[in-house]
């Protein structure tokens, strides 16, 4: 689970990381972004939770003066010559993270591959587009988006679907429960397309859309809940979906009804398509 992935690290971000940071991105442990978070009296990003308690930080101590000392080391953060004093954050390093913990709009990327799952935030503020992600457990990844273009090509990369769309007959599209389609899902990650496709054809799916969805993946199949929200600086944020399954022939797009978000239509849909849907989640977010 994502909370397993941001599990608490004592340590500083590991030697084979450092390469990474540069001024277009920032890598570190999640005690060196809680000692960053902390000295510039920041909110948690959305992907943190809350802030740990009193006594969770002090339980903290050693692992935030390792922090220290590690952020020092890269030039990420700038010691004061009065002990007194509070350490002045890199620029860029302290841009990111404020950026992060301040959005006013977020997509979050779920991915599901092989059973393996990574999440990503891709957060706006004003003009300001970052990319969060946890490159391994307990390490953290910012990274400066151009614009929300570069946003829509970030999610694309990952996303990874087909370009064509098979004939299918009959009609493709067909709407489900959200139940069904997970399990049905979880049968094809597992190589059991005949349970898949039981599980569909309960549904009432049409079989021609069944036999597209149940065909052998081109490649690892994946599915993508997209969850885009807004007003997340306000007191009652907004929020859209989508679902994105590939690996398959046919990418297929899943929309949630909006008055009654279990239930699901899938659709094949070219990877122009797709685009087109991941496009409108981030013009939607501001």
């Known amino acids: 689970s994502f909370g397993e992935e941001v599990a608490l690290n004592s340590q500083p971000l590991p030697p084979r990381f450092t390469f990474l940071v540069s001024l277009a991105q920032t890598v570190i442990s999640r005690a060196e972004l809680l000692l ?61 993270i404020a950026d992060v913990a301040l959005a006013e709009a977020c997509l979050i990327h779920t991915c599901n591959i092989g059973g393996n799952s990574t999440v990503a935030h891709l957060t706006r503020r004003d003009t300001a587009y970052v990319a969060h992600s946890c490159p391994q457990p307990g390490v953290h990844r910012f990274v400066r988006l151009a614009d929300q273009a570069a946003l829509v090509d970030q999610v694309m990369s990952a996303l990874a679907v087909s370009s064509g769309v098979q004939e299918l007959d009959p009609a493709p599209g067909f709407t489900l429960r959200a139940e069904p389609l997970a399990l049905a899902i979880d049968a094809l990650c597992a190589g059991d397309t005949a349970n898949a496709r039981a599980r569909l054809l309960a549904t009432g799916a049409p079989v021609g859309a069944v036999n597209a969805l149940c065909t052998p993946a081109t490649s690892a199949l994946s599915r993508h809940a997209l969850v885009a929200l807004r007003g997340l600086d306000t007191a009652a944020p907004q929020a859209d979906s989508a679902l994105v399954i590939g690996g398959l022939p046919n990418a297929w797009l899943g929309a949630a009804d909006p008055s009654e978000p279990t239930l699901i239509t899938l659709t094949p849909a070219t990877a122009a398509a797709v685009q087109a849907r991941v496009g409108a989640l981030a013009a939607w977010m501001g």
């Open 36 to 96: 960053l978070i902390g000295i510039l009296n920041l909110p948690m990003p959305l992907a943190l939770g809350d802030y740990p308690a009193d006594q969770d930080l002090a339980a903290l101590g050693v692992a935030l003066a390792a922090a220290t000392a590690s952020l020092a080391a890269r030039e990420l953060l700038t010691l004061p010559s009065d002990p007194s004093a509070a350490p002045t954050p890199q620029p860029e390093a302290a841009a990111l």
